[in-house]
């Protein structure tokens, strides 16, 4: 890793002040093979544009472009402070398999031109070895198999009030260290901020660097859950199909031994759009299917579906099919408004349908989760 210094920040914590905002980069909007540095607040590092990290239109995982970061690329978006609260800062990574060199993702709690700057978060994404590198907190990484030729989710989940970080890597946790004990950058002031975000690569030459892609950058406020859960396969709603009771606020029994849940977390505010979906305890690599309807079938108790319950019925509108991760989990949004067409004093009730044909108890080949029932808001 280049060598980079921290020096004293007394006079730069005094301008800090809290702010309460939300950042997303999906690189739509600049020209498709045009440079990133000079565009919409990204510069190269202390300033020196470089031309490595260009737009690109091929493996987009939403719209129509991406970032393609090579060999030589050291491209930095900076924020005003974000110094409270809790954020999830994300990101999708594409590693085609052809890829090759090392690119690295890092957040700093502290940058600007020319030094001083340091960084909490450090992930190598090498090529060579097929592996993501977590420097967690210390400098000996915690490694996993890199995954190839599709799009996998890096997010980090950072408490600043708390002092503690968690990064996980296509929804597997990789690990978690306290923000301000583990900075990079040659001090250990570990500011508990957020001020950049750096994407950083070896040089072109010493060793190659291929493409490594990114999309959908963000960093958003953490929001507690919304909506109401209904309709459970825990024996409190409709018996499940062949007495496969999941356990306590969970979907009916699956293959994995228990029950599919689903949360939301975000807010129920039209305008904003920002709420996140979350399945989790689904059988791990089969297809889910995300939909929402407008009413609760037989007052919210369900029906007999497959090996589950059918919680969501009325007009049904398909938001999204996805594979389930390796550990079962499946996320969809946010930014779903348009697509769920709901709009201020609608009530939606929202459910996931999976398939399960390997050890389904009652043999159908797929179950559903529980329902959730969300009133939506001006």
């Known amino acids: 890793m280049k060598a980079r210094y921290v020096a004293a920040m007394v006079a730069a914590l005094a301008l800090m002040t809290p702010v309460q905002a939300q950042w997303q980069e999906s690189f739509e909007s600049y020209a498709d093979g045009s440079i990133l540095d ?4 990204w510069h190269g590092w202390d300033g020196h544009d470089t031309p490595f990290a260009r737009v690109a239109s091929q493996f987009a995982s939403a719209g129509s472009q991406c970032l393609s970061v090579s060999g030589g690329t050291d491209s930095v978006h900076e924020f005003d402070a974000i110094d409270s609260g809790r954020w999830t800062a ?14 690295y993702f890092l957040l700093l709690n502290f940058y600007q031109d020319g030094g ?5 978060v450090q992930i190598a994404f090498d090529g060579d070895s097929g592996e993501l590198q977590c420097y967690c907190g210390s400098g000996t990484p915690v490694t996993t198999p890199l995954i190839h030729d ?15 970080i968690e990064i996980l890597y296509d929804d597997v946790s990789i690990g978690s260290y306290a923000w301000s004990t583990g900075p990079f950058g040659g001090g250990g002031y570990g500011l508990l901020q957020i001020d950049a975000i750096d994407l950083f690569s070896d040089s072109g030459n010493f060793p190659h660097v291929t493409e490594l892609y990114f999309d959908d950058l963000r960093i958003q406020a953490w929001q507690g859950s919304v909506g109401t859960p209904f309709c459970f396969g825990d024996g409190t709603s409709l018996n499940c ?17 228990v029950g599919a849940k689903l949360t939301a977390l975000g807010s129920p505010v039209v305008p904003a759009d920002d709420i996140l979906f979350q399945g989790s305890q689904l059988p791990a690599l089969k297809s889910a299917m995300f ?5 609760a079938i037989n007052g919210g108790q369900g029906a007999v579906f497959g090996d589950g319950l059918r919680c969501a019925g009325g007009s049904i509108r398909r938001l999204g099919v996805k594979m389930t991760s390796g550990t079962g989990t ?11 067409g709901w709009s201020a004093g609608d009530t939606r009730r929202f459910q996931i349908w999976y398939r399960d044909p390997q050890g389904g108890p009652c043999g159908s080949g797929f179950n559903l989760t529980h329902g959730i029932e969300i009133d939506f808001i001006p």
């Open 330 to 340: 499946v996320n969809y949004g946010p930014g779903l408004g348009a697509t769920g």
């Open 90 to 103: 994300s990101t999708q990574v594409y590693a085609p398999s052809s890829f090759a060199g090392r690119v």
């Open 291 to 295: 939909f929402a309807g407008t009413n």
């Open 38 to 41: 000079g565009q919409g607040d």
């Open 150 to 164: 599709a799009w996998a989710e890096l997010r980090c989940e950072i408490d600043l009030d708390g002092d503690t």
């Open 116 to 120: 001083p700057y340091q960084w909490s």
């Open 241 to 257: 199909p062949c007495g496969n009771i999941g356990g306590s606020e969970e979907g009916c029994r699956n293959s994995t031994g």
